[in-house]
């Protein structure tokens, strides 16, 4: 059968239900936070960005809450729709310096949403 | 132009063979980024370039050998490959560490 790594964690909602998906780093030098999209087939999208002198940043449907002391991001969607069906990837840069361009990716929920 | 672009979308070689992926973009961005993912996996980071030198290998084969002939363009060489390498290749740039990297839509790769 298959093996538990190859799962991604799921996360499935209604249309028009809000989505909240987690993220945990392990960094605590990480000082920049991004969430992307990923459709099946295609290149990670950029959703909305945080920095670790910010707790909470807003966008257009989609809200991201960092909480340094325990080291978790998570992404809010409100009002899901069809098309917010992917997977959901935060990424973190680990701060070192300017010049720093170390961006890594956590594991991934894919969602679906329901019509 | 908010594109990354990669070349070939789709690339099948044997393991005797030596190809190329190619990157570019027009953003002005001095970051460079080579990711590899396998399926229902993170993108996982192989080398960034940051002012068209190599300041990140995470550990990467001698296999894989990438270049950066100008801060448009990002290439990356393949030499005798592993059944194992087959993956979506992906390249991504960003202007600073604290701005959104853009990724190209990756180049499909299957070893043969």
């Known amino acids: 059968g298959e093996s538990v790594g190859l799962h991604l964690p799921t996360l499935s909602v209604q249309e028009g239900d809000n989505s909240i998906i987690n993220c945990a780093y392990s960094?605590?030098?990480?000082?920049?936070f991004i969430w992307y999209k990923q459709e099946s087939g295609k290149g990670p999208q950029f959703i909305i960005d945080?920095?670790?002198?910010?707790d909470k940043r807003q966008g257009q449907r989609v809200t991201v809450l960092l909480n340094k002391t325990v080291k978790h991001l998570s992404l809010q969607i409100a009002a899901t729709q069809p098309g917010d069906s992917a997977v959901y990837f935060c990424a973190e840069n680990i701060g070192s310096g300017g010049s720093n361009y170390k961006l890594t990716f956590g594991k991934g929920t894919l969602l679906t949403v329901n019509p | 132009d908010t594109e990354v672009t990669q070349t070939p979308k789709h690339l099948v070689m044997g393991m005797t063979n030596k190809k190329s992926l190619k990157c570019e973009q027009h953003?002005?961005?001095?970051?460079m980024y080579w990711y590899k993912q396998k399926a229902k996996k993170p993108p996982e980071l192989m080398f960034v370039?940051?002012?068209?030198?190599?300041?990140i290998n995470e550990s990467v084969p001698s296999r894989f050998s990438p270049e950066c002939p100008n801060s448009s363009l990002l290439n990356l060489h393949l030499h005798a490959l592993q059944p194992e390498d087959s993956a979506l290749y992906l390249c991504?740039?960003?202007?600073?560490?604290?701005?959104?990297?853009?990724f190209g839509q990756g180049t499909r790769l299957t070893v043969v």
């Open positions: 953003m002005g961005h001095r970051a």
């Open positions: 945080i920095r670790s002198n910010m």
């Open positions: 991504a740039s960003s202007h600073t560490r604290y701005t959104e990297a853009f």
């Open positions: 370039y940051s002012y068209e030198k190599l300041s």
């Open positions: 960094n605590s030098a990480s000082d920049y």
